[in-house]
């Protein structure tokens, strides 16, 4: 007889759990609707005070991270298009968040595979060794290397956590 432990039957439900959802058997969540409904109030517009914006961009981070969704690549936006790209985009998208067995979303306004992605890509993330190999492999002129303009990316809850 084989004794399974809780934490093992609670993985492996997670993954038949994860099999239904990716073949299209189980719904997932919307999660707007997921934080909206643990209280965090998110209007449509960002807040126009910059202070104000910036608290509620924060707030709805924490919230993500507590439901198992977590931001990468974002240093590029402006809190407000990075407002923007969460409320009309990235959270609208369904998914199925973790359960108490763990698990994260790591999410990116980068690497949808669009050429502008990939500009953005080339131009303020890919470090020089990326740069040479896209070249080779693609031909393409690469964007000139930038700074990235803000600095919020290494404050962001799971920042440096490998990806789930």
């Known amino acids: 007889m084989t004794l399974i432990h809780e934490e093992e039957n609670d993985l492996i439900a997670e ?3 994860m099999d239904r959802f990716f073949e299209g058997e189980e719904a997932g969540e919307i999660p707007l ?3 909206r409904g643990r209280g965090i109030e998110i209007p449509a517009m960002p807040p126009g005070d910059e202070a104000a914006l910036r608290a509620k961009l924060w707030e709805l981070i924490e919230g993500m991270a507590n439901i198992g969704m977590v931001l990468d ?3 590029h936006l402006s809190d407000a298009e990075l407002y923007r790209y969460l409320v009309d985009d990235a959270l609208l998208v369904e998914t199925m968040l973790s359960s108490d067995a763990g698990g994260i979303w790591h999410i990116s306004p980068v690497g949808g595979g669009s050429e502008e992605d990939n500009e953005i890509y080339l131009r303020y993330y890919a470090d020089d060794e990326d740069r040479e190999r896209w070249h080779r492999e693609f031909g393409d002129v690469l964007p000139p290397k930038e700074k990235l303009p ?4 290494r404050f962001l809850p799971g920042h440096g956590e490998e990806a789930s």
Do not use: N, Q, S
């Open 15 to 17: 993954l038949e759990r």
């Open 33 to 35: 609707e997921v934080l």
């Open 73 to 75: 690549d974002t240093d």
């Open 150 to 153: 803000y600095d919020r990316d």
